[in-house]
């Protein structure tokens, strides 16, 4: 079983900043990229910033200048800073990951998501 546990949502004045952390744990061979995703009410979720194992990253737009993921392999954990906070930010932000795990010979590939945590940006 693969748990993905995210933590440092809140609420904060815009121009502020917050540092959001998801750790990932349990069966895990690899793990090929983690990220962030958001969705606010009435909208679809979208996708916040990428990180690959190979260190590649990948921005959305609207965050790029802002935001900056990073992560640390040997806590299975990516961060994602967050800085020039607006309220248009505001939204559930879901960890996302793609871990392989072994099962006898082979090693399967799945997609898991964290519970999400609420940035509220507001005066």
């Known amino acids: 079983q693969v748990q993905l546990v995210e933590s440092g949502g809140g609420l904060v004045q815009p121009g502020g900043s917050l540092r959001l952390s998801c750790a990932a744990s349990g069966s895990i061979f690899s793990i090929n990229a983690m990220g962030w995703y958001r969705q606010a009410p009435g909208k679809e979720r979208e996708l916040v910033a990428r990180?690959?194992?190979?260190?590649?990253?990948n921005y959305a737009d609207s965050v790029k200048g802002r935001f900056t993921i990073s992560r640390d392999n040997a806590k299975n954990t990516v961060y994602l800073q967050m800085n020039s906070l607006k309220p248009e930010d505001t939204a559930v932000y879901y960890c996302n990951a793609l871990i392989g795990r072994r099962w006898r010979e082979g090693v399967y590939e799945y997609d898991y998501w964290g519970q999400g945590t609420q940035v509220t940006v507001s005066s």
């Open positions: 990180i690959t194992s190979g260190g590649s990253t």
